[in-house]
């Protein structure tokens, strides 16, 4: 699965309104200063994840943005998707021809097998794993992680 730096900027932006107590806006300068980007990116991200429906902002000079859920019912399914994609074995199978215009495996392919399984179990991660789940110091994230697994398993 590849990353894009909108998936990982906009996953840490939404982060950063899930830290904040609830009710309490957080301005896209605070954002954009605590992560290290500019205003205008992380304006963009929020407007991506407001559209999805995971955020709204609140006009004025005291304004910012909220959460609109709380952060235990928002998955990171749901992130990912709003600020791109999670790959699917489609999508893998037509990128990836050659010089066809169609991979010369389309019929009958042990590869497809493998990507179908790896795409589908990284959907069922993310879908399953929800934003306050990341909530907390690497370690502890690590370890509730690990254990999650291991109740999937």
Known sequence: MKI???EEYGL???LQLARAPQGQLVSVKEIAGWEGLSAANVE???RLLAKAGLVHSVR???GGYLMNRPAGSVSLGEVIRALGRVETTQHI???YTGLKAAC???DDCGIRSVWSGLTHY???FLDQTMLDQLLGPERAVAERLTKDLQKRA
Do not use: E, M
């Open 4 to 6: 894009t730096a909108q």
């Open 12 to 14: 840490r932006c939404l």
């Open 44 to 46: 963009k991200l929020l």
């Open 60 to 62: 004025g000079v005291k």
């Open 93 to 95: 199978c037509t990128s």
């Open 104 to 106: 010369v495996h389309f």
């Open 122 to 124: 990284i959907q069922n």
